[in-house]
């Protein structure tokens, strides 16, 4: 029970902690497994990419940013002759060009109301002229953002949907910011430049469709892709979700991401001002997927990503890129969130029951075996490309298992206190260990067996309370019982209880005693020669304790606890048992000290043994019986 509730309660609180919480750790956790099984993947057909980096020796070299649109427009150029499949910019060209002299001459016309200022600028340097040109003569693709107040008309780009496509999760925006349309009409494609940050701040998806101003258009990344493979459009279909552009067909997930491993391949780097000054070498843009954007940080292009803290948003779509290529998309399943659910449940079930059934040792490392197979399941569905987070079930199955032991180590240590409590007053210590260890090999609800009883009973008592002092008789009785027990122990015996001046043990309760009626006639001699010792000396003999008789005799008897709540007791009740009280009484007529039953005799060594009479037992009839030789 308490492990099921301890795994019950992890489970309550993960699904009532803040979403923002469970949201963020598992998406580390993926982060762990994705990062761990990317080496394991199988090797996929490499798109050739290159990444063009506007970094800091770039901007020392060339100037600060941002740069004038005919430097972008010569760096494009530079990239164009290289003869690339696409050319994707990660920089948002916002606006009209305000730098180029052209631009200055509009701007003083439009101030000054003077026409022959306006006429002058087509004869100017323009820089949104030859960036257009730049743009048109290469497979460029240019990219905008979504901006809930923006107003920027965005180039069409055909995608088309299948009946039934639902996109429930889809990132949507009223509207956008984009590049002016002189320049997204020479371009081959447009596609969204906006990261989506996790609830932890990272970026771990890149967009492969967004809602803007009510159409549906593709990612940066998304849009390269098509362009380098000579698409007209997207084909979106259900049944199952997957969307397609020319022979590419990938599957499509509910919010339109694509989830990146959190490790990035290397790939080349080429700086812009290697390009711009001629020193680059052009061969590893042939045939290539070329991105432009910034590493240094004045661009504003780092995003926090699982990989760094400062990782260029241009890696990032460089990434997508090739998990495009490679076919690799993480999704997550239908149903995931209570199919994992139901699997902690099944774990914390199997937790408990190996906690209850199985040796420590086992259960831990059975219990070990099951968090390394969900582990291993989990890294197994994710080179499936299914995202299914183990951590539920791994902590539901580990704090069940622990809420399991633990109650069951108290529960075996309250077991073993009550034993303890319960014999360690009537048994020899080593024979309480057994108990203890072998806590089934004891019946207390009660059993037929065969028990030797002995009874022990001292002449002369009752005289003897009344001669001697109460202090001084307290203390030769609390000798007396003291060394009878301790030989009763001694033989494998069992002290029933203590009656007055009176001793009645057991042999071969509660636990199996092998010869257990020579075992109790040993005892008896010992006893005889152990009081004779100890009333002879000391107190004892000031008092006049006087001799120990014993009857002792083997038979079947009824044995368990007898009594009601706290007060049971461990007791025997049978012929056996009443016939060793009466052979102890019959000492005062026979004179003897110890009297054997006939049954005990039988299973003792005849050559221990003298007949000592004949009686007629009321309700028995004629008796022989024995006293040690």
């Known amino acids: 029970m308490a492990g099921l509730l301890a795994g019950l309660a992890i489970l309550l609180l993960a699904q009532t902690a803040p979403s923002a919480w469970r949201e963020s750790l598992r998406e580390r956790v993926f982060d762990l497994i994705l990062g761990a099984t990317a080496a394991w993947r199988p090797a996929t057909p490499e798109i050739r990419l290159a990444f063009v980096a506007i970094d800091g020796a770039s901007l020392d070299a060339v100037g600060p940013w941002p740069w004038p649109r005919e430097t972008l427009a010569r760096l494009i150029a530079a990239v164009t002759a290289a003869r690339p499949a696409a050319i994707a910019m990660d920089i948002l060209l916002a606006g009209e060009d305000e730098r180029s002299p052209a631009a200055l001459a509009r701007r003083l016309a439009t101030a000054t109301d003077r026409a022959e200022i306006a006429a002058l600028a087509p004869t100017l340097a323009d820089g949104d002229r030859e960036l257009a040109t730049a743009i048109a003569a290469g497979p460029v693709v240019l990219g905008w953002v979504l901006d809930p107040r923006g107003a920027d008309a965005l180039a069409q780009v055909p995608v088309l949907l299948r009946e039934g496509v639902a996109l429930g999760g889809l990132w949507r925006e009223n509207g956008a910011s984009g590049p002016p349309q002189a320049l997204a009409a020479a371009a081959a494609?447009?596609?969204?430049?906006?990261?989506?940050?996790?609830?932890?701040?990272?970026?771990?998806?890149?967009?492969?469709?967004?809602?803007?101003?009510?159409?549906?258009?593709?990612?940066?990344?998304?849009?390269?892709?098509?362009?380098?493979?000579?698409?007209?459009?997207?084909?979106?279909?259900?049944?199952?979700?997957?969307?397609?552009?020319?022979?590419?067909?990938?599957?499509?997930?509910?919010?339109?991401?694509?989830?990146?491993?959190?490790?990035?391949?290397?790939?080349?780097?080429?700086?812009?001002?290697?390009?711009?000054?001629?020193?680059?070498?052009?061969?590893?843009?042939?045939?290539?997927?070329?991105?432009?954007?910034?590493?240094?940080?004045?661009?504003?292009?780092?995003?926090?990503?699982?990989?760094?803290?400062?990782?260029?948003?241009?890696?990032?779509?460089?990434?997508?890129?090739?998990?495009?290529?490679?076919?690799?998309?993480?999704?997550?399943?239908?149903?995931?969130?209570?199919?994992?659910?139901?699997?902690?449940?099944?774990?914390?079930?199997?937790?408990?029951?190996?906690?209850?059934?199985?040796?420590?040792?086992?259960?831990?490392?059975?219990?070990?075996?099951?968090?390394?197979?969900?582990?291993?399941?989990?890294?197994?569905?994710?080179?499936?490309?299914?995202?299914?987070?183990?951590?539920?079930?791994?902590?539901?199955?580990?704090?069940?298992?622990?809420?399991?032991?633990?109650?069951?180590?108290?529960?075996?240590?309250?077991?073993?206190?009550?034993?303890?409590?319960?014999?360690?007053?009537?048994?020899?210590?080593?024979?309480?260990?057994?108990?203890?260890?072998?806590?089934?090999?004891?019946?207390?609800?009660?059993?037929?067996?065969?028990?030797?009883?002995?009874?022990?009973?001292?002449?002369?008592?009752?005289?003897?309370?009344?001669?001697?002092?109460?202090?001084?008789?307290?203390?030769?009785?609390?000798?007396?019982?003291?060394?009878?027990?301790?030989?009763?122990?001694?033989?494998?015996?069992?002290?029933?209880?203590?009656?007055?001046?009176?001793?009645?043990?057991?042999?071969?309760?509660?636990?199996?005693?092998?010869?257990?009626?020579?075992?109790?006639?040993?005892?008896?001699?010992?006893?005889?020669?152990?009081?004779?010792?100890y009333r002879a000396s000391g107190p004892a003999a000031a008092i006049g304790l006087g001799r120990t008789r014993q009857g002792l005799e083997t038979g079947f008897a009824i044995v368990g606890d007898v009594g009601f709540g706290a007060k049971l007791d461990y007791t025997a009740h049978g012929e056996a048992v009443n016939m060793a009280a009466r052979l102890e009484a019959l000492n005062k007529e026979l004179g003897s000290s110890i009297c054997v039953g006939p049954a005990a005799a039988a299973r003792c060594d005849p050559a221990r043994l003298r007949r000592l009479a004949e009686v007629d037992l009321r309700g028995i009839g004629p008796v022989t019986v024995f006293s040690p030789v």
């Not at 997930?253 to 680059?280: E, H, K, Y």
């Not at 001694?490 to 092998?514: I, R, S, W």
């Open 189 to 533: 494609g447009t596609g969204t430049l906006s990261l989506p940050g996790d609830e932890d701040g990272l970026v771990r998806r890149v967009p492969l469709f967004v809602g803007a101003g009510g159409a549906l258009r593709p990612g940066l990344a998304l849009e390269a892709a098509r362009v380098a493979a000579g698409a007209p459009g997207y084909l979106l279909s259900a049944d199952p979700p997957h969307f397609t552009f020319g022979s590419v067909s990938r599957p499509l997930p509910p919010d339109a991401m694509l989830r990146l491993l959190p490790s990035v391949a290397p790939l080349r780097v080429i700086a812009a001002s290697d390009l711009l000054q001629g020193r680059a070498d052009l061969a590893p843009l042939a045939g290539a997927v070329v991105l432009i954007g910034g590493s240094a940080p004045e661009l504003g292009a780092l995003r926090a990503s699982a990989q760094d803290p400062l990782t260029p948003s241009a890696l990032l779509q460089l990434q997508a890129l090739r998990q495009l290529a490679a076919g690799i998309m993480p999704l997550r399943p239908a149903g995931a969130d209570l199919g994992e659910i139901a699997l902690a449940l099944l774990c914390v079930i199997g937790a408990v029951a190996v906690a209850r059934r199985l040796r420590p040792a086992t259960s831990v490392l059975a219990t070990a075996g099951l968090v390394v197979a969900l582990l291993l399941g989990a890294a197994l569905l994710v080179m499936a490309d299914r995202l299914v987070d183990p951590t539920p079930a791994v902590t539901a199955a580990l704090l069940g298992f622990l809420a399991t032991s633990l109650a069951g180590f108290s529960e075996a240590r309250w077991r073993e206190g009550r034993l303890r409590r319960r014999f360690e007053q009537h048994l020899a210590p080593g024979v309480v260990e057994r108990i203890v260890a072998s806590p089934g090999s004891l019946r207390l609800t009660g059993e037929r067996r065969e028990v030797t009883a002995l009874f022990t009973d001292i002449e002369g008592f009752t005289r003897t309370t009344r001669e001697a002092g109460p202090e001084q008789l307290v203390a030769v009785l609390d000798g007396y019982f003291e060394g009878v027990t301790r030989i009763v122990g001694e033989h494998g015996g069992m002290v029933d209880k203590l009656v007055g001046d009176a001793v009645h043990a057991l042999f071969n309760a509660p636990l199996d005693l092998d010869d257990h009626p020579r075992r109790a006639l040993e005892c008896a001699v010992a006893i005889l020669a152990w009081t004779e010792r």
